[in-house]
């Protein structure tokens, strides 16, 4: 399996990258983080109100002091297992993962305010929004980074 692979396995839980690449106390803390943050902040209730239109429903539902770790944890996951399959080995090929984090986690507490064109998209819907102007951020930050030699 190549880093690319690793990545995606990461991305479907925290932790699977990690134990294909060997590194199975990582794997299960990530596992573990991923299943106690889910718990605690009601992750899976909030994707199926989300999912079925009841987007006030999960915002009143939203343990954010819990879901605000999700965010940090689930990318850093990604980049983990990216990184420890030999993947990331171009200089600051880490920004996209960092600002999908950041970015994702300031959508979700802004997520139960913004409406996009008059909808309000919720504590899901919002933050996964949210990846798109991270990883152009990273991105662009990278490519500046790269080129002045920084």
């Known amino acids: 399996m190549n880093s690319k692979e690793k990545l995606l396995w990461s991305v479907a839980l925290p932790g699977f990258g990690q134990l294909l690449n060997g590194n199975y106390l990582k794997g299960i803390i990530f596992i573990a983080l991923e299943f106690v943050i889910n718990v605690q902040s009601h992750f899976n209730d909030l994707i199926l109100h989300s999912f079925n239109g009841e987007i006030v429903r999960a915002i009143d539902h939203t343990e954010y002091k819990w879901l605000m770790f999700y965010p940090c944890v689930y990318f850093f ?3 983990d297992a990216y990184k420890d399959a030999g993947g990331g080995k171009e200089p600051y090929s880490y920004l996209p ?3 999908f984090a950041y970015f994702v986690t300031v959508g979700l ?3 139960a305010r913004v409406k996009l064109f008059g909808v309000l998209l919720g504590t899901v819907w919002f933050p996964m929004l949210c990846v798109i102007p991270g990883v152009l951020m990273g991105m662009l930050l990278k490519g500046i980074f790269k080129r002045a030699k920084l």
Request: hydrophobic letters at 80%; proline letters at 0%.
């Open 97 to 99: 993962f960092v600002f």
């Open 77 to 79: 996951a990604m980049w």
């Open 109 to 111: 507490m802004y997520s």
